[in-house]
Every structure is written in structure tokens, then in C-alpha cells.
């Protein structure tokens, strides 16, 4: 992969030495899958997880005991589109050998449907997936899983967002998906989504088809320790300086979230020799006018009272209780169960988390914003 020009990086992964940390839970994403287990990361949102996946996968790969799949299911909105997402990484990952297409993938394109074309400049091969009629998905997904346990090293397929899956119109969408596994158990599944509530339903909820079927594995914040030795020792490859005192601040002010500190220091990387207090103040400040555009449609799909509670509870976090007298009064939101109904709502939408026993804004940069308006 190519050297980033600012160590920081903000899509995806880009190798071990723009990774921070996660050593613990590396460990016991090894150790689960070495011992046959399928495992739920699970977290809330630009915390990592889709980075930690990739992480790991690179070093299951690297031992050559293991060969991957890392399929998203985030846009996938149908049973039919999980199936086309799925087929696509498989063929992505298995396709393209030197040799050209092996048999056994032609066999699979068949039996899901799909056909193989060419590009005409290139030649390289792409897939078509106009797959099975509708329908068929069962059986697209029997070949798919055929076809990764025949292959003589051990599988691990991760499905991050994998919380659509309960929102197919398909009734059987979620015991299609359990059964599916259950027919192959020599693969292992990572399970990955950013819908806290949504995973922990799928999984701990009695009459759900996952219950209780793979290791819930959460993750936190990384700690401020392992951030603070890590932003230091790039700051420092280039001569540049930033102090525990700022990191802290900056920790402190993303929550945690390692989107956002990732998203602070690569401004202040990109602008600063040596950083002081006043640039963290005008980075904030600048990140926040970004967003702009993209915050100010918030109060237009909300009603007047979600909107006046979110505010209120960006201004307050983290906020005990939501019902106080002391927290209604002081913003004026009226009656108690109307308040209720507010935060209800905004939980569903996942606008508002509830963790630890408090209330957040879900979104760090949101939460800011509102806080200052
Ligand atoms: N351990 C890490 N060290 C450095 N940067 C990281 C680390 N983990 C994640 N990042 C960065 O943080 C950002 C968010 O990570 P990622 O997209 O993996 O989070 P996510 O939990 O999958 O988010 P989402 O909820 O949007 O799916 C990305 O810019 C990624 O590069
Ligand atoms: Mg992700």
C-alpha cells in the first residue's frame, strides 16, 4: 500500500504502522477463531471496527493458515443484495488467479447465476451478478458456502454491518443467514456492526435466530496511554512536537472516538512544527465549520421538541437523567413524558446512545457543535 503523506489517516486501514494499539483485542479475535468460534465486534460508531477487521485479517493472512473474506453489508438493503455483496467478495478475493479462472469458481458462477465478462481493454475479468432469479438466495448462498469449505485452508469471512440483515423485508432473512452458517461449521464468522442495539438484539434476544450463537466482543475507545505514545512517535519521525497535556485535551474532546482524534491530528500533523493549545482551539473550530452544511439539515428532520432535547442534551453530556427536574427546567422542554417520547425517538434513530448509565449525542463533531450553538 502506498505511504500516506500525513500518518493519520482517516478511510480505511493502512497498515500496521498507522495502526494504533488493539493489541488486547487482537488477542482474543486470535484466540477466538483459533478455537472455532464465531465472534460479534460490536461498537459505536468510528470507533474502529472495520480497521481492527482489516488488521487482523492482514495477519491471519500473513500466517498462511488462514484465508479471508471481508464483505460490507452496509448497502445492501435486500437478501437479494447481501447475496450479490457476498458472491462479489468471494469472486474478488478467489477469482483472479494467474492462471485465469479456476474451475471450481466457474462451477460457483454457475450455480448462483452469474456470469463473468471481460473487460475489453484490460481483460480483466469482472462478474456480473445478475444471479439466481429472486428467491433463490438459499441456494446461492449453499454454493457460495460450498465453495469457501472446500478450499484447504481454513476460512474466516468477517460481514461488517451486518445489522441490515434484520431490516430485509424478507421474513427469513436473519434464520436464512443462521442456518447458513449453522451448515458450515468448519467457517468462521466475524459478525461486525455499528448499530450497538441492533447487534446486541440479534444476538441476545431469546426468540432471535442468532441468540447466543457467536462471542460478543466489544469495542472501547483505544486508551489514552497507547494514543498518546503513538501520536507522539509520529509527531516526533517528522521533528515535530505535541505535548500529553494537548493529547489529552483532544482525547477528551473526541470522546475517545478515534475517528475524531485521528481527524484533530492529521490537521494539526499537516499544520504545526509545534503544537500549542490555541491550535488545537483553531482546528476544533475549523473542523466544526465543515460540517456546517451537513449539521444544519439536523433540525429539519427532526420535530421541535427532538431537536430543543438533542441540543440540550450535546450541552449537558454526559447527562444522568434526562427527566430531572433541574435538566427540564433549565432548557425549558415542557412536560416530562414528552421528553420521553423525544429521547425515545432519538434513541431508535441511534442520535442518542445511552452508555455506561448516561446520555450522549451520538456523533463527537455533532455533539460539539450543538454544544456551542
Ligand atoms: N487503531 C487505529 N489506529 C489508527 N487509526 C484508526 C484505528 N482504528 C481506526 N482508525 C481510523 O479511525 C477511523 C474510523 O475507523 P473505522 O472506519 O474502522 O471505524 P468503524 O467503527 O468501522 O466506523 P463505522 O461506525 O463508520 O463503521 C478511520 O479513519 C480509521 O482509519
Ligand atoms: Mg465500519
Not at 427532526?302 to 430543543?308: E, I, Y
Amino acid at each position: 500500500m502506498k505511504k500516506p503523506d500525513n500518518p493519520f489517516v482517516l478511510n480505511t486501514y493502512h497498515g500496521k504502522a498507522y495502526f494504533c494499539d488493539r493489541e488486547k483485542d487482537l488477542s482474543l479475535l486470535q484466540d477466538h477463531i483459533n478455537n472455532g468460534r464465531n465472534v460479534v465486534l460490536y461498537a459505536w460508531r468510528r470507533l474502529g471496527k472495520s480497521a481492527l477487521v482489516h488488521r487482523f485479517f492482514e495477519e491471519l493472512e500473513d500466517s498462511g493458515a488462514y484465508e479471508t473474506v471481508y464483505v460490507d453489508f452496509l448497502s445492501a438493503i435486500s437478501m437479494e443484495d447481501a447475496v450479490r455483496e457476498l458472491s462479489s467478495a468471494i469472486f474478488e478475493r478467489f477469482g483472479k488467479t494467474k492462471s485465469g479462472i479456476s474451475a471450481s469458481i466457474q462451477k460457483l458462477i454457475a450455480s448462483i447465476g452469474a456470469s463473468i465478462s471481460f473487460d475489453p481493454i484490460s481483460g480483466v475479468p469482472s462478474l456480473s451478478l445478475g444471479l439466481n432469479a429472486p428467491g433463490h438466495e438459499e441456494q446461492s448462498l449453499h454454493a457460495l458456502g460450498d465453495f469457501l469449505s472446500q478450499r484447504k485452508k481454513s476460512i474466516v469471512v468477517a460481514i461488517d454491518e451486518f445489522q441490515q440483515v434484520s431490516t430485509y423485508n424478507e421474513v427469513h432473512a436473519e434464520a436464512l443467514f443462521r442456518s447458513w452458517v449453522q451448515k458450515f461449521p468448519d467457517i468462521r464468522f466475524i459478525f461486525s456492526g455499528s448499530h450497538r442495539g441492533m447487534m446486541s438484539e440479534m444476538f441476545l434476544e431469546k426468540n432471535r435466530p442468532f441468540y447466543l450463537s457467536a462471542q460478543m466482543l466489544p469495542l472501547d475507545p483505544i486508551p489514552l496511554e497507547k494514543y498518546t505514545a503513538f501520536i507522539q512517535s509520529h509527531f516526533e519521525a517528522k521533528k515535530k512536537v505535541i505535548s500529553e497535556d494537548i493529547i489529552k485535551m483532544i482525547f477528551e474532546w473526541s470522546r475517545g472516538q478515534t475517528y475524531t482524534v485521528q481527524l484533530i491530528c492529521n490537521y494539526l500533523y499537516a499544520q504545526c512544527q509545534e503544537v500549542k493549545e490555541a491550535d488545537f482551539h483553531r482546528v476544533k473550530r475549523d473542523v466544526l465549520e465543515q460540517q456546517q452544511a451537513i449539521f444544519a439539515n439536523f433540525p429539519k428532520m427532526l420535530t421541535k421538541t427532538q431537536w430543543r432535547v438533542f441540543q440540550a442534551i450535546a450541552k449537558e453530556e454526559p447527562l444522568e437523567n434526562p427527566l430531572s427536574k433541574e435538566f427540564i427546567n433549565k432548557h425549558q422542554l415542557g412536560a416530562a413524558s414528552t421528553v420521553n417520547t423525544a429521547i425515545k425517538s432519538l434513541k431508535k434513530q441511534e442520535l442518542v446512545i445511552e452508555d455506561n448509565g448516561v446520555y450522549l449525542v451520538h456523533e463527537v463533531l455533532l455533539a460539539r457543535w450543538m454544544a456551542k450553538a
